[in-house]
């Protein structure tokens, strides 16, 4: 039974930074690609970033290039997702989504989180 659990959200003030984490139970992230997406109140969901696991490609939505860094810990079986200068606009829904079909996040980010054969629960990140 795959499980993604996302965590690290919370509530920070503009300005600062969070550090989300996508730990897999019963799925290990050795090859395929990872996205994280995310959904404000009333807006559709938006993917914001993605990794190849097993080439280490990554893809930023504009929103957030410069800012967010996504990255893997093979060893904690974990993948981050940093989250600097944080603005209002990002409070959301932060969702992480892993498919080990995938094999660029370039090719991935036209993906929706349901076409990945694994999501999360979601946590959620309040800026103010």
């Known amino acids: 039974h795959v499980q993604l659990v996302e965590s690290g959200g919370g509530s920070v003030q503009a300005g600062g930074s969070l550090r989300l984490s996508c730990a897999a139970s019963?799925?290990?992230?050795?090859?395929?690609?990872v996205g994280w997406f995310r959904q404000a109140l009333g807006k559709e969901r938006e993917g914001v970033a993605f990794?190849?696991?097993?080439?280490?490609?990554?893809y930023y939505a504009d929103s957030v290039k410069g800012r967010f860094t996504v990255s893997q810990d093979n060893a904690k079986n974990t993948v981050y997702l940093q989250m600097d200068s944080l603005r209002p606009e990002d409070t959301a829904m932060y969702y992480c989504?892993?498919?080990?079909?995938?094999?660029?996040?370039?090719?991935?980010?036209?993906?929706?989180?349901?076409?990945?054969?694994?999501w999360g629960q979601g946590t959620q990140v309040t800026v103010s």
């Open positions: 989504a892993a498919d080990p079909r995938l094999r660029d996040a370039r090719v991935a980010r036209y993906l929706s989180m349901e076409d990945f054969g694994y």
């Open positions: 019963g799925y290990t992230y050795s090859s395929g690609c």
């Open positions: 990794i190849y696991i097993g080439g280490g490609n990554t």
